[in-house]
């Protein structure tokens, strides 16, 4: 059996509706790297459970997205989920109700440990460098 994403069977994104994922900080980090080489993996989504905890990941590059390496990072910290569901590429993806870029993609070089959720942002700024703050909510809304 294939996978419809690795194999191209889509040519659009097939999420048409599905609920927020909302968490909350519990770890603010203070770190960038120019060379991390993460390798994105080529599925647009991620379920992701209650009580799970993930990576957040900054990048400014400008050609980051499924099946990509992205290498010039910063890190935002961890967070526990407290609404789960489906993460979808795409998704907007704000820290105290304060827009912080785009969902581009997966690494799941921790896993099965935790998912680092890669965020194309503007600005590639630490969580520290941007004032964010332990239980600050984390919240991806879907954008079609």
């Given at each position: 059996?294939?996978?419809?994403?690795?194999?191209?069977?889509?040519?659009?994104?097939?999420?048409?509706?599905?609920?927020?994922?909302?968490?909350?900080?519990?770890?603010?980090?203070?770190?960038?790297?120019?060379?991390?080489?993460?390798?994105?993996?080529?599925?647009?989504?991620?379920?992701?459970?209650?009580?799970?905890?993930?990576?957040?990941?900054?990048?400014?590059e400008d050609s980051i997205g499924t099946g990509s390496t992205v290498n010039k990072i910063a890190y935002l910290g961890f967070f526990e989920i407290v609404q789960g569901g489906v993460l979808t590429t795409?998704?907007?993806?704000?820290?105290?109700?304060?827009?912080?870029?785009?969902?581009?993609?997966?690494?799941?070089?921790?896993?099965?440990?935790?998912?680092?959720?890669?965020?194309?942002?503007?600005?590639?700024?630490?969580?520290?460098?941007?004032?964010?703050?332990?239980?600050?909510?984390?919240?991806?809304?879907?954008?079609?």
């Amino acid at each position: 059996m294939k996978d419809p994403y690795q194999s191209g069977m889509f040519s659009s994104n097939p999420y048409h509706s599905k609920t927020d994922i909302v968490g909350r900080l519990n770890v603010v980090l203070d770190g960038k790297l120019e060379n991390r080489e993460l390798s994105l993996i080529k599925q647009i989504s991620r379920c992701v459970l209650k009580h799970e905890i993930h990576e957040l990941i900054i990048s400014d590059e400008d050609s980051i997205g499924t099946g990509s390496t992205v290498n010039k990072i910063a890190y935002l910290g961890f967070f526990e989920i407290v609404q789960g569901g489906v993460l979808t590429t795409g998704d907007s993806v704000y820290c105290a109700g304060r827009l912080i870029g785009t969902l581009a993609g997966f690494d799941e070089t921790h896993m099965p440990n935790h998912l680092n959720i890669v965020i194309k942002s503007d600005a590639r700024l630490s969580g520290a460098e941007q004032g964010v703050n332990l239980g600050d909510e984390i919240a991806f809304l879907h954008t079609k």
